[in-house]
């Protein structure tokens, strides 16, 4: 599976952006997608996961109410709204996919997108 991100920029606080994550091959409803984010000096952290069918999804309680990730099986696309945008969200976010069920760890996902760089300015 290759994953493409795409639709990072530069944002004021209290903005909006959705990202979008184009994923290459015919099984993509197979695979859970996620979105992590990591900024300067800090850890990969999960952001938000749908499962294959996109009836279920979860988030960070971070972006709770905020983001809204959701997919398209039929264009192997995941997306990423982020409305309220917060300073505190500024990251490179990495589209991330696994096949089946997934976690919240960097680890347990197998394929990774390039990532796309988000900045809010305060």
């Known amino acids: 599976v290759q994953l493409q991100a795409s639709g990072g920029g530069l944002v004021q606080a209290g903005g909006f952006l959705r990202l979008s994550c184009a994923a290459s091959g015919r099984t993509f409803s197979r695979y859970s997608m996620g979105w992590f984010r990591q900024a300067p000096g800090k850890e990969r952290e999960f952001v938000a996961g749908i499962s294959g069918s996109g009836g279920s999804t979860y988030y960070a309680d971070s972006v709770k109410g905020r983001f809204t990730i959701s997919r398209d099986n039929a264009k192997n696309t995941v997306y990423l709204q982020m409305n309220s945008l917060k300073p505190e969200d500024t990251a490179v976010y990495y589209c991330?996919?696994?096949?089946?069920?997934?976690?919240?760890?960097?680890?347990?996902?197998?394929?990774w997108g390039q990532g796309t760089l988000v900045t809010v300015s305060s």
């Open positions: 991330a996919a696994v096949r089946g069920s997934y976690g919240l760890g960097p680890l347990e996902w197998d394929y």
